[in-house]
Each structure stands twice: as structure tokens, then as C-alpha cells.
């Protein structure tokens, strides 16, 4: 009985599956044989051209076109897609296009309307065809590292079925339309941006946009934050709705330095709402003038105290949470000029515990910050601390010092001051 499954399996397999390996730059020509081919794979090799010629294999329900174009931006000869591709392939539903130097789709794409995966990552787009918001099945869009896209179609809010929306690393991409924000399957959406300005189209998204995205989860890159009309829209955003959120960047624009960042970063409201927040990394507060204690849950310190030093963050928990960032483990800040004081509470207080899983800590490019929160280490199982262009914090806190600095500090293993 075995064996009879095992040969039937078989079977099936060589009736329906099919791995074809493309050379030279001969063109793919499948014979009658592959008229019942359903999972269809073609490796190209180096030196051939993009298949076209797949006529025979009309009832393909996957089709990847392999090939092994790592850098495809410094190919000069772009391939492309034949339009008789899309016509004849009206029943797939995944198709995989990366790493294939392709310049362009052709406007047919949006036949294939029974598509729900489609990665076209690693390719050298300028600019997608307006009828791939037709592919209202669609559920997995990948565009990750295509350098050079621009701009995506504007109707994208038509994809109502959309779940996965991956486009990270696309550093031409400064703009999404404003659909974006309706697309309420969405849980991956690797990269939200922000513009202001008056050449901008108001047909963009803004960081009210984010609203209605409350099934996102994983990494969520926020560009562009730190203007004064963000504020008003940091709130309406329900950033803290966002519950399966475990990689937040929080990236302000450095032309918005006379925005009013603090009241972005406390409207913001990371804390309370991101129970499953593992990696933050907030960068780009340049003017920054306090950060508000609402940021963390908070209203006043442990001594009803509000803080009002207007370059300084404090760390302190109402008598309702003792816990702030429980699952936190990797805390990142970045170029803020301006931050010169990071107070905590005192570590003697056994109810109040903040980011008690933190294990790495990088500070870079805080010029005027003096001191590190001697508490937070005592409190913290930190494994890894790195500080770039610190100078305040390289000077105070040197080996051959041998001070309470020092030692504060000595116990981590992996230890980088430069």
C-alpha cells in the first residue's frame, strides 16, 4: 500500500509540477505535454533572456521564473515582460518575478485577476502599471529593494484583499497614496511616509492614514514624522491600537527641526498599546524640547512630580502599571542634538520596572548627552551597550577612569565606546 501512495504521489508530481532550466538565450518552448502543468519553476541562467514562450502551460496556477540577478540596478540591459504573458495565464494565482532585471510590467498584469501572491522584489521599476490595483485578490504584494520605484499606482485602495504590502529598502519611494489607509486586511506594511509640503500631492497618505490599519504586526517604519500638523494627527493614527507591532522605527524628517516633535512623540502613545513592542528605535529628534511622559504611560513621577527641564527625558510610572515596555529588548536612539539629560527611577523602588528584557542599547550622534541612567543597567539584563559620537559620554565614561561612571557600566560584556 505504501508504494502504490509513494508511485501515485509521483505521479501527480511529474503530471503537475515542473522545474525547466533555461540557457543560452533560447526562448522556452513547452510541448503538449505541459498542457496540465499547475506549479511551474524555470531557472534562468546567467547569460539568457527572459522567457516568453510558455503557450502550452495555460492552466498554471504558480509560475516562478528563477534567476540569480543580485544587483540587477547595475545591469544596463533591462528585460521585460511580453504582454501575450499575462493573456495566456489567466489562472495564476502566485507568481514569483524577483531578481529578474525587469524595467517594466506590461499594463496586462491586471488580467490576472485570479493572482493572490505576486513578488516582483529586487527589480529596477521606475513606476508600476495603474491596472495592478485591478488584481483585487491579491493578497501578498512584494516590491522590496526595487531601488528605483518611485511612486506606487494611486488607486491602491482597491486591493481590499491585501494582507502583506512589503516594500522596504526603496529609498526612491517618498510618497504613498492616500487608498493605502483604507486597506484594513493589511498586517504587513513594512514602511508608512509621511510628506510635507506644498509641491506634495494631497493625495498622499498622512500619519492619520494609519488609523484603520489595526491588524498590522512585525516591523513598521514611520518616515517623515516631525512636522506641527503631525500632532493633531499623531493622535487620530491609534498607534497604540496596533497591538502586534514588535519592531517600531520611529524616523523624524530632519528638514521639520522647528516642528513640535515633543508633542508627536507623546501623542504618539507607543507604550500602552504595544504590549508586544521588542525592538524600538526612535530617531532624528533634533529640537527636541521633552519627551513627554504620556510616551510611557505616564502622568507624573513617583514623587507627583511633572517634569519640566525642557531637554530632558524622564522615565517614571503611575501607581496603576508597573511594567513599561515588558517585551523591549532592543532600544535604539539616534541623532538628537539636543538631549542632554536620561533620568529613571529610583532603582530602589521593587514595584516600578522598566524594560526589565532589554539586552541592547546603541546611542549614536547625541552630542550633548552627559550621562547614561545608572538604574536602567541595575534593572536590565543589558548584554550589549554601543554609544557613537557621544563625546560627553566617551569623556565620563572611560576605562582608565576607574570611577562610579566606570563600573556602573563595566559589568556588559559586549561594551563599545567611540
Known sequence: MHDMVHDFAQYLTKRE???????????????????????????????????TSIANAQKLHSFWVQSFFDTPSLVSELDRIEPDLCNRLACLKALDLSRNRLGKLPEEVGKLIRL???????????????????????????LSACDKLGKLPQEMGKLVNLRHLEIDCTDSLKTLPKGIGNLSSLQTLSKFVI????????ATCGLEDLKNLKNLRGCLKIEGLGYETNAAEAQIAELSEKKHI???HLDFDPKARTGNQDEVIEA??????????????????????????????????VNDQITTDSKDISLALPSAQNIAFPKLKKLKISNMGSWEEWNMIKAAD????????????????CSNLKALPHPL??????????????????Q???????????????????????
Open 350 to 365: 521593587e514595584n516600578i520596572k522598566i524594560m526589565p528584557r532589554l539586552h541592547f542599547l546603541k546611542l549614536y550622534n
Open 195 to 202: 510628506v510635507r509640503g506644498s509641491d506634495v500631492e494631497t
Open 17 to 51: 509540477c515542473s522545474v525547466v532550466e533555461v540557457d543560452g538565450e533560447l526562448a522556452v518552448n513547452l510541448g503538449s505535454s505541459y498542457k496540465t502543468i499547475r506549479h511551474l519553476t524555470l531557472v534562468r541562467a546567467e547569460d539568457a533572456g527572459f522567457p
Open 377 to 394: 543597567f541595575k534593572a536590565a539584563p543589558i548584554r550589549k551597550l554601543r554609544i557613537q559620537n557621544c563625546p560627553l559620554i566617551q
Open 116 to 142: 493572490k501572491f505576486l513578488n516582483l522584489s529586487h527589480n529596477p521599476f521606475w513606476e508600476l502599471p495603474s491596472t495592478l490595483c485591478d488584481l483585487y485578490n491579491l493578497q501578498t504584494l512584494n
Open 246 to 248: 514588535s519592531d517600531l
Open 268 to 301: 504618539l502613545q507607543v507604550h500602552p498599546g504595544l504590549p508586544s513592542l521588542a525592538t524600538l528605535h526612535i530617531d532624528g529628534l533634533h529640537n527636541l524640547k521633552s519627551l513627554g511622559l504620556e510616551f510611557l504611560g505616564i502622568t507624573k513621577n
Open 396 to 418: 565620563k565614561y572611560k576605562k582608565e577612569n576607574g570611577d562610579q561612571y566606570w563600573i556602573s557600566i563595566s559589568h556588559i560584556p559586549k561594551l563599545q565606546i567611540s
